[in-house]
């Protein structure tokens, strides 16, 4: 750690939540959702000003355990890299999405996104 605060918007992590419905369709059926997807990726655009960059990482968890789904982000580079994401204007944002199906079986979206200030 860096001993860095970390700021949330709230906002941005909304906007996440059609791109989780996008995957699990995907996860599903084996084709790309396309409705949304460009609603999403203008939402997107309009909530990173000018200047700013966007990274976001999503994946898919069979379980419900917090603690496991932070280490695996931890572990993982892609995940890490946003994660670790320091500079001016940096702004994180969470979003999960629980599919529970039949037989206690689930599907855990989790996506991590960030907004900052491009060098």
């Not at 419905?21 to 599903?28: I, P």
Request: include cysteine; charge should be neutral.
């Amino acid at each position: 750690t860096l001993g860095l605060r970390t700021t949330w918007d709230a906002d941005l992590a909304y906007m996440l939540q059609p791109a989780l419905a996008a995957y699990e369709h995907e996860r599903l059926t084996g084709r790309p959702c396309g409705v949304g997807n460009d609603d999403f990726q203008d939402a997107i655009r309009r909530a990173v000003p000018a200047g700013h960059c966007f990274k976001g990482f999503p994946t898919c968890f069979a379980h419900l355990h917090p603690a496991r789904m932070l280490a695996a982000l931890e572990r993982g580079d892609l995940s890490a890299d946003v994660l670790d994401t320091a500079g001016d204007h940096v702004r994180h944002a969470l979003r999960v999405r629980v599919f529970p199906y039949a037989e206690d079986v689930c599907a855990c979206w989790v996506m991590l996104a960030v907004r900052y200030r491009s060098r």
